[in-house]
């Protein structure tokens, strides 16, 4: 069974900094996905990777695939308290494979 | 167009009754994605349908939970004899067809509490 691993699970930080949230799979697969997540709602798409080394950035927001390592970032700069919210990956291999989620929050 | 759709949003039922979720997929799609997330959780695969068929049951917990898909739309997740660690939200979601070539579009959600 494929296995997804999300670290840290709970992240809180300041406005203004920057982070990194890791998202480890134990097989190959050349697609991963980052949705995110409000209280409540459901789960908003960010970014689908499609390659190995495939980086793509929106706003403060950037995720990156590494199919070699298993391994991709979402790297958070300069957070605001809008991105407050718990983000998932999800990787593709027959079926979609989740990780645990990392709930962010950004304190002002 | 409109998105994936899903009812009751909210359901609240005592232990031992039976339970009918249903979703709404994107018109067009043909695969639909069922999930299941406890509080604090991450999503919880149960069961896919690619048109009408459900090749793989595997992630349904429990022969109470069945689900079906009928003109290759609209989905019903039956739960039966509830039981309190049935309680989470149901996620549905759907994509153009079975591929991970495709995104998954999620709906709002179903939140089940079992008293």
């Known amino acids: 069974e494929l296995k997804v691993e999300q670290n840290p699970l709970f992240l809180s930080m300041q406005e203004g900094k920057n982070y990194t949230i890791y998202c480890n799979y134990s097989?190959?697969?050349?697609?991963l996905y980052w949705y995110r997540q409000d209280p409540g709602k459901s789960l908003e798409s960010l970014f689908v990777?499609?390659?190995?080394?495939a980086v793509k950035q929106e706003g403060r927001l950037m995720a990156s695939l590494d199919t070699k390592a298993r391994l991709s970032t979402l790297h958070i700069t300069a957070a605001v308290h809008d991105l407050s919210a718990t983000y998932f990956c999800a990787v593709a291999y027959n079926q979609f494979y989740f990780g645990t989620g990392t709930s962010l929050t950004v304190i002002p | 167009g409109a998105g994936v759709s899903q009812s009751p949003s909210n359901k609240v039922t005592e232990k031992g009754k039976d339970v009918e979720l249903r979703c709404d997929p994107i018109s067009g799609h043909t695969a639909l994605y069922w999930y299941r997330q406890s509080l604090g959780q991450g999503l919880e695969f149960l069961i896919y349908f690619q048109g009408n068929s459900a090749p793989d049951k595997s992630g349904l917990p429990s022969d109470r939970f069945s689900a079906e898909r009928t003109g290759g739309s609209v989905s019903t997740l039956t739960i039966q004899r509830t039981q309190q660690e049935d309680s989470a939200v149901y996620l549905c979601a759907s994509s153009l067809v079975h591929s991970s070539s495709y995104e998954q579009y999620f709906g709002p959600g179903t939140r089940l509490t079992v008293t």
């Open positions: 097989t190959t697969s050349d697609r």
């Open positions: 990777l499609l390659s190995n080394g």
